[in-house]
């Protein structure tokens, strides 16, 4: 197993250390013998903070001390501790103020190659201001605000720790959101999704793959897409072998092969589901796309053949409103008509496949979204499932390529299904993720 980070909660005595260490820790407390020569044992605990994991090292425990050998223990004891973490929280008692011993454990910090996050301690109401605002000339940057006793200030903790903690809040994408837009066209035969290629390409088609992880049954094609304005952007067309073999093949009564529609999914950013204008919608077809959703893709649906599709706004309308309906999880899914035969519709495609792998590739800060649960929360209060309260505490999103949210509260494994998609249409509408498949993950602090 991977090593977790290590943070080190140092400070002087009484200023809440050992608080913070049991709110972080709970019941999971190792005590871990020292080295010789240093007496006091210190407590080391795996912390769970807004879903990541690392060991928490606490230095307390000299306050029964004899104060004449204090200081050198105090700082064997904060100089080990921080020598091997990869953060320490130097922990300050925003209601007393900056005393001579914080200052001193500050020049031991400065010392150290070790990142120091003041943490602003007994902070809840408002007794703590002036503390704070003096612990920012201990150098080491803005305090964190916190209310160790109270819970307060943690979501705050967790963004100034994260960039030292960096576990399990991984992207999976490694491609940056400038790498080439991956896109896979999926659709039963002859909805058009050759001509649709061979349209897009035009003369430059150039087959690139198979590329390292990609099968032989899908191959990439490059290609940039010259926008009306602005620069080139990368393409890469997850071409499934279906899509080649059609060139050869006319069988037209071959099915829409899932398992091909699959194949190109899992290589895909963006997925776009091409329909038939003169057929309409089949189940099949709202079957990949739930799929496609399901998979976390990205998800486009461009109606193809418009130019001789007849009924026109209330033929789109009936798609529509079938769409919305088949797909009742994320609607709102972007729907477009195209002409593959004379291309009309074609770059407002790949421009809103562009804008989709945006959303679905964004991050909102752990405040933006906290905010915003808060006043959800506020307007729309969680039931009381046989009259005992879920309480809902904060929210993170831990994911992108798709964006998946974690959400901590107390009883939450009893939060009704309606609940939580009233949060994930939220996030949605408010956040700017629109219609990309977002995921919701409950887990109840220890
Ligand atoms: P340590 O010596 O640094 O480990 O400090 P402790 O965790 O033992 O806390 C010292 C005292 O401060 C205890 O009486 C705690 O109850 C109190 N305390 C800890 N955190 C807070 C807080 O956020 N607000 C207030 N008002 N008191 C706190
Ligand atoms: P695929 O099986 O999905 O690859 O479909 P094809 O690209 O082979 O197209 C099937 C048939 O639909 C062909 O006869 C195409 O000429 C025709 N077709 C494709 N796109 C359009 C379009 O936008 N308008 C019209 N009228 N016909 C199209």
């Known amino acids: 197993m991977a090593r977790l980070p290590v943070v080190a909660i140092v400070g002087r005595p009484n200023v809440g250390k050992s608080t913070l260490f049991n709110r972080l820790v709970g019941k999971r407390v190792a005590l871990v013998d020292d080295r010789p020569g240093v007496t006091r044992d210190r407590r080391e605990g795996i912390a769970t903070l807004v879903g990541a994991d690392f060991t928490v090292i606490d230095t307390a425990g000299f306050e029964t001390d004899d104060p004449q050998t204090l200081p050198g223990r105090m700082r064997a004891q904060t100089e080990a501790a921080v020598a091997q973490a990869d953060a320490a929280l130097f922990m300050i008692d925003s209601r007393a103020g900056i005393t001579p011993l914080d200052e001193e454990i500050a020049r031991w910090l400065r010392a150290a190659d070790t990142p120091v996050i003041v943490v602003a301690n007994k902070a809840e109401g408002r007794a703590g201001e002036?503390?704070?605002?003096?612990?920012?000339?201990?150098?080491?940057?803005?305090?964190?605000?916190?209310?160790?006793?109270?819970?307060?200030?943690?979501?705050e903790l967790f963004e100034a720790l994260r960039p030292f903690i960096d576990v399990e809040i991984e992207d999976e994408g490694e491609e940056a959101e400038d790498g080439p837009l991956k896109l896979a066209i999926v659709g039963r035969p002859n909805a058009g999704k050759s001509t649709l290629v061979n349209r897009m390409l035009g003369e430059d088609r150039m087959i690139t793959g198979p590329e390292a992880g990609i099968t032989r049954d899908a191959i990439a094609i490059d290609w940039e897409w010259t926008p009306k304005e602005g620069e080139p952007r990368k393409v890469r067309l997850i071409d499934t072998a279906g899509l080649r073999k059609k060139a050869k093949v006319q069988d037209k009564l071959e099915k829409l092969s899932v398992a091909d529609a699959l194949n190109a999914i899992d290589f895909a950013e963006v997925v776009v589901l091409l329909l038939d204008a003169t057929r309409g919608l089949e189940a099949q077809e709202l079957r990949i796309a739930d799929q496609v959703l399901q998979e976390g893709r990205a998800l486009v649906i461009a109606i193809n053949k418009w130019d001789v599709a007849e009924g026109g706004s209330a033929l789109f309308n009936g798609i529509k409103a079938a769409l919305d309906e088949g797909l009742a999880q994320v609607k709102g899914v972007p729907v477009l008509t195209v002409s593959a035969a004379t291309g009309k519709g074609i770059d407002t495609l790949i421009q809103v496949a562009f804008e989709t792998r945006e959303a679905w590739s964004m991050r909102v800060s752990t405040g933006v979204l906290n905010r915003w649960f808060e006043a959800a929360v506020e307007k729309n209060p969680p039931p009381a499932p046989g009259g005992k309260r879920i309480k809902l505490r904060y929210m993170t999103q831990a994911k992108t390529r798709p964006p998946g949210f974690v959400l901590f509260g107390t009883r939450v494994d009893q939060l009704p299904v309606s609940y939580q998609r009233y949060l994930i249409n939220g996030i949605r509408r408010d956040l700017g993720f629109g219609a990309v498949p977002v995921r919701l993950t409950l887990r109840a602090p220890k």
């Open 130 to 155: 002036a503390g704070i605002i003096e612990a920012m000339a201990l150098g080491f940057g803005d305090p964190v605000p916190l209310s160790a006793e109270h819970g307060e200030g943690v979501v």
